[in-house]
């Protein structure tokens, strides 16, 4: 596998989804639908789809997005490499016009997210990771995000991050246990990319997420030393289950 053309190629579809998406967004023509789970689905998440699957057809792999999500488990179960996209995380986020959402692009292999891009339509940043090594460009730079520590949960003061729009009674628990955290709000996959850059610790999320929503942040986290593991386990998420719903996890 070509790793520095593929990701070149998720890199190009990112930054053509954020276009697409930004036309939209400084319109004033959101076209809200509704999905079947009564959630927005935008005017931008149709163009930004299309952008992603423009470029990455190119590559002959299969993709699995969330604008094209009903292939049947009995065709996507024989993929090896696949490509998994959203290509509009943190709709409401858009709407509310926040700047907070995102496209997230992950190369998959054999369950495991192997290749990420997360693309910010608003601020311009890209973070992307391939091969054990993560990047973030920024205002024309690109650095590379280093490797973090190991917390533990029994420290004082850790940076939890909480979303702005899902906040379940098991995630207050889990907050109230710590020893005097602090806690960071962000929406879409800017949650994980925040532990990405440094700038907080530990993401606990007890709340439905569906496998395109984790799987190319999730690349990126592990690329700097970060786990995404399964509620109350030592297993990492994996992907292209038949259920395409995430278990609860807990991000550090």
Known sequence: MDYKRQLEKSILASELACKEILKVYHSNDFQAESKDDKSPLTLADKRAHTAIV?????????????????????????????????????????LKRNGEFTVNIALIHKQKPILGVVAVPVSGDVFYAAEGKAFLKRNGQTITLPKRSPVSLSQNGLRIVASRSHMSPETLDFINSLKEPSLVSKGSSLKFMLLAEGLADV??????????????????????????????????????????????????
């Open 54 to 94: 423009s470029v990455l057809k190119e590559t002959g792999l299969p993709i699995l997005s969330e604008e094209g999500k009903k292939i049947t488990y009995e065709e996507r179960k024989q993929w090896d490499y696949f490509w998994m996209v959203d290509p509009l995380d943190g709709t409401k986020e858009f």
């Open 203 to 252: 993401y606990p999320r007890f709340a439905p997420t569906m496998e395109w929503d984790t799987a190319a942040a999730h690349a990126i986290v592990n690329a700097v030393g970060v786990s995404v593991k399964q509620k109350d386990t030592d297993k990492e998420l994996m992907y292209n289950k038949e259920d395409l719903l995430n278990p609860h996890f807990n991000c550090y």
